[in-house]
């Protein structure tokens, strides 16, 4: 897997592009002489395990036939920082799922734990050097 | 630091966003379903991971009073899969990093190294999980 990053001002906006070509803006915050254009690169790692789990939790409900309706997903991560550098990498990731439609909350959870543990492959990438967690709601609609 | 994604077909599709509000759209591939509306989840760890290092890159050479034109950045993964799991995190990543400019190539390598031992929280992130390499080629443009 690889991904190219071109430089599109003078400052940190980047565009980032793979295997679709869909452009990623990537950009530093103004503070530091960015222009706010794009995400920022440690949002980007939220982002891919929010997005992991998301398409492994839709298709194992879907093979067990529940009805989703809508998905959001909010991916929140706690920074501490490396005595020493400048580094300040997640130690605590949580995700939490608001599901709607017709699904039986213990049928959510079961996929969220299967993701977590047997088929997102950003969970096994992030979990050596942060603590997962997860938390979820169900707004049931017949 | 919080992410957002909400979910723009009844497929894979996603839109995630941070800080700047610039939207991200994340998406799977045709064969399991997806329309290739937007990056691969895992590509995004390695978008973060480039936009990380290429940040303090830019300011390092800057302060150090080096002229980038362009910098072009190529971030490559090899994934495993882990056994008994559906699982295929990167164990071995290599960032590129080509530079256009008015560069000394002793800095430019000092610049890369000091942002993968002191800087990049990305490169914190992820190595635990996975070798990270570079590779780096100046274009000297006077």
Redesign the interface.
């Known amino acids: ?7 599109v001002d003078d ?2 906006h ?1 565009q ?5 070509g ?1 452009p ?6 103004e503070n ?3 222009h ?17 789990t ?2 492994d939790v ?2 194992i409900l879907k093979k067990q036939r529940q009805r989703v309706d ?8 706690e ?1 501490v920082k ?1 005595e020493g ?6 130690r605590k990731i949580n995700i939490h799922f608001a599901f709607t439609g017709a699904i039986v909350e213990a049928k959510a959870q079961k996929a969220i734990e299967l993701s977590m ?10 979990s ?3 603590e997962i967690t997860h938390t979820y709601e169900v707004n049931f609609v017949e």
Chains 1, 2 share one sequence.
Do not use: W
């Not at 897997?1 to 430089?7: N, T």
């Open positions: 897997m690889q991904v190219e990053l071109v430089r400052a940190f980047f980032a592009s793979g295997m679709s869909v990623v803006h990537i950009d530093a915050a530091i002489g960015g706010n254009a794009g995400a920022r690169p440690m949002e980007l790692l939220l982002m891919g395990l929010g997005g992991c998301a398409i839709l298709l809508d998905l959001k997903i909010s991916v929140s991560g920074r490396i550098t400048e580094m300040t990498p997640f543990e047997k088929y997102c492959s950003a969970t096994a990438q992030l050596p050097s942060a």
